[in-house]
């Protein structure tokens, strides 16, 4: 999963059940799965030999060329354009902090910015070897979204200025509407148009996934993109800080407003106000750049209906991860064997699977093991953009990440519940399995399009996501809670960890029915008519 999206565009963490669908638990069919030999693959992928799955690493290599071995030997045939693999390259940037700097300035004083504990350089821009010197402007949470009149740059001026924001979103812009206005390509293309030079995003406090320490210890990763010019959607910023909130005062001095009131609006979700800050910012932010190359794994199994053969299921997992980073406890290799080996393991299981239990299948479902999400869903962004099937053909993309089955299976959580019918189906099958299925319970997090479904969504393909989940204020709660808190994106999410087998067996089936069951349905899936993410699909028929 990602989680630099969330820390620029991800709105406020709080419980809100929306709706749950009740349903009754029946006699439970039988599984075609025991979850030890899904197990056994998570162990291969996550192994500290393959050094965290890195994109661009010999680890991640390594940990395809499992993958392909596999699919291979479930008798898969190649759908990418060189045998499994497609081929995807990228440009790698590092943040040379050395030669790095940023004051603030408040009253003619210039004071450092400490970079690591008071704020960070993000890297996914160009940079600038030239020092720029400019005031600062608060926009609230940045967003301009019309469907709700939400319009929080019309009073400012940012020409020639750095456009300081609080992520996340008002509670009056549904989070769908948040995550597609505040992600950084849709947020920059604005600020740019009012000739905006900088980003400064200081997470809300009450949303933060993992605590600054532990993002301000990430930042010596490398970030990446797509090479193509094509992908380029931050032309022109020259600077992009993340600030950490317990420093953000700073940057309100003398502007009449406390960091402290902001937060306590941000954490009610209220409208927050817009002004100019008093303080500016000198800073140069020089960005180290990499060619590399990595690949997304793309395999078919051929449906046998004469004219649905021509469509494709796909199913999809990110095979990369976060590599080799900061010792946490000792441990440096960020495993990643939940995150998302257990995807990638799925993927491989149902091929398997599918060769030992043949099933008659009138479409064709496609494989696809994407590289590079960790680092914003690029591998799904340029399969999205450049599929190896015509993209017309495909129908639906069931995605896995990260379906943590770490408490037995009553609760599934479906994202993309109540966009398209493949919520329906999905709840349909669950509830035959005795498990309960909810549509996200917090929104807020934006985690529809935190992986690689929103690139397919995007393209106007119905997609889903779904995982073990929870009741609200149960134990299992405290149990997710804890896992973020300390496993995820850290060295302990490893192959040390407990996991529940039955879990992993009954949430495959339930994945298991529900492609076989899109694969053979005489229809498409088909978006809902208010389902948000239906603009997507009838700008691709314009
Ligand atoms: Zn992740």
Do not use: C
């Amino acid at each position: 999963m990602n989680r630099t999206l969330s820390s620029i565009a991800s709105g406020i963490f709080f419980l809100t059940l929306l709706l749950a669908s009740v349903t009754t638990a029946q006699t439970p069919e039988k599984l075609l799965f025991d979850g030890k030999s899904w197990w056994d693959h998570v162990k291969v992928v996550a192994d500290d030999n393959m050094e965290g799955r890195e994109t661009g690493s010999l680890g991640l290599r390594k940990a395809e060329a499992y993958a392909v071995e596999q699919l291979k030997h479930a008798g898969l045939e190649p759908a990418g354009t060189n045998g499994f693999y497609q081929n995807v390259k990228f440009v790698q940037r590092t943040i040379d902090e050395k030669n790095s700097f940023a004051f603030l300035t408040s009253e003619g004083e210039p004071t450092p910015v400490s970079l690591g504990a008071d704020a960070y350089f993000t890297t996914r821009i160009e940079g600038s070897d030239q020092e720029l010197n400019a005031p600062l402007v608060f926009a609230g949470n940045g967003l301009q979204v019309p469907e709700n009149n939400v319009d929080e740059l019309a009073d400012l001026d940012l020409k020639g200025k750095i456009v300081v924001y609080l992520a996340g979103s008002p509670s009056t812009v549904p989070g769908s509407l948040a995550a597609h206005y505040g992600g950084i390509g849709q947020r920059w293309k604005r600020y740019a148009d009012r000739g905006a030079i900088g980003i400064i995003a200081i997470p809300n406090p009450a949303s933060m996934d993992i605590p600054w320490s532990r993002m301000s210890l990430n930042r010596a990763h490398p970030s990446m993109d797509l090479a193509d010019a094509e992908f380029n959607e931050v032309g022109g910023l020259k600077m992009a800080m993340v600030f950490n909130p317990e420093s953000a005062e700073r940057l309100f001095v003398g502007s009449g407003h406390t960091f402290e009131e902001i937060a306590a609006l941000g954490k009610q979700r209220s409208l927050l106000p817009h002004f100019d800050l008093k303080v500016t910012l000198k800073a140069r932010e020089i960005i180290q750049k990499v060619d590399l190359e990595s690949a997304n794994i793309v395999g078919k199994l051929t449906g046998t209906d004469p004219q649905l053969k021509k469509e494709f299921v796909v199913l999809s997992a990110h095979i990369d991860h976060i590599g080799i980073g900061e010792p946490v406890n000792g441990d440096k290799i960020y495993n990643g064997a939940m995150d998302d080996g257990s995807g990638t393991a799925a993927v491989l299981d149902f091929a398997a699977s599918l060769r030992r239990h043949p099933e008659k299948l009138r479409r064709s479902i496609l494989f696809v093991l994407v590289t590079a999400e960790e680092k914003g869903l690029l591998g799904s962004k340029y399969f999205a953009a450049h599929p190896t099937v015509d993209a017309k053909a495909i129908v639906a993309d069931i995605n896995i990440d990260m379906f943590l089955p770490i408490v037995p299976l009553k609760v599934l959580r479906v994202q993309g519940f109540n966009d398209s019918t493949l919520g329906d189906r999905a709840a349909e099958i669950a509830q035959r399995f005795g498990a309960k299925a909810v549509p996200d319970p917090e929104p807020l997090r934006n985690l529809f399009v935190r992986s690689d479904q929103y690139n397919f969504i995007r393209r106007g393909i119905p997609s889903v996501i779904m995982d073990v989940f929870y009741e609200p204020n149960s134990p299992e709660a405290k149990i997710f809670k804890d896992w973020l808190t300390q496993r995820y994106h850290a060295p302990s999410d490893d192959v040390n960890q407990p996991v529940d087998l039955h879990a992993a067996a009954l949430y495959e089936e339930i994945v298991r029915r529900l492609l076989l069951d899109t694969a053979n349905a005489t229809d498409r899936p088909q978006w809902k008519p208010d389902s948000f993410f239906k603009r997507y699909a009838e700008a691709q028929t314009k």
